[in-house]
């Protein structure tokens, strides 16, 4: 079945340092990525998304991401956390011809302490 | 341009009532996808609908939910018999393209108690 894993329910960081949250999906033909972000009680903001270009996606606030095919990885990261990073982070994916129907990962739930 | 708007955000519904969630796209948007996300999990795709059409309802249970986007107002989900088990958030979002390189637009979401 087509699914994505996220590797850590939970990760914790202090305030400057960097951010790694895992994400495998199950391989297919050229896949669509994203990754969205959900603070509390609220919805789902898209925070970067690849489909077949650079395999180095830039997002908002800083984060990225990097897509590596032969890993089937798609790990998101930013240089230094903020306390206003935290919050559940979904990775996403899309397939072809699946009509732009979401498959959702599990959630990492990412604490960022002062 | 106003985002996804959903409505009511918070409902609470005695078990055996009727809930109905209400999603008004954004301006231009023709697809809309209906998501649920229970207690301790991720989101779950429920339903892919187009004006007056429903596409791909592989994730709605068999009985009791119901979708539909008609072609003048928002859409609604509907759920019969409500039991605590339907007890989560719905999330709607819409698209102005089923493409997948289209980011889908999300609401805030409609948390439903069944008490």
């Known amino acids: 079945a087509q699914s994505v894993t996220q590797l850590d329910s939970h990760v914790s960081v202090s305030e400057g340092t960097p951010v790694l949250l895992r994400c495998n999906y199950s391989s297919s033909y050229s896949p669509s990525l994203f990754w969205y972000v959900q603070h509390p009680n609220k919805g789902l903001q898209l925070l970067l998304k690849y489909t077949s270009a650079a395999t180095l996606v830039k997002g908002i606030n800083g984060f990225e991401a990097e897509f590596k095919k032969s890993e089937t990885s798609f790990h998101l990261t930013k240089p230094s956390a903020h306390m206003s990073d935290a919050a559940e982070y979904f990775c996403v994916v899309s397939y072809y011809n699946q009509g732009g129907k979401l498959i959702f990962g599990q959630g990492t739930e990412l604490s960022v302490k002062p | 341009n106003a985002g996804v ?7 609470v519904r005695r078990r055996g009532q009727e809930a109905r969630l209400r999603c008004s796209p954004m301006k231009g948007h023709s697809h809309v996808y209906w998501y649920r996300q229970l207690p301790e999990e991720g989101l779950k795709f429920m339903v892919y609908l187009q004006k007056e059409n429903i596409i791909d309802e592989s994730g709605m249970p068999k009985e009791r939910f119901s979708a539909e986007f008609p072609k003048e107002g928002p859409s609604i989900l509907r759920i ?4 605590r088990g339907d007890s989560a958030a719905y999330f709607c979002a819409s698209s102005p393209s089923a493409d997948r390189s289209y980011e889908q637009y999300f609401g805030p979401g409609t948390r439903l108690t069944v008490t």
Do not use: A, D, G, I
Request: hydrophobic share 35%; no cysteine.
């Open chain 2, 5 to 11: 708007m959903q409505n009511p955000r918070h409902l």
């Open chain 2, 80 to 83: 019969q018999q409500v039991v």
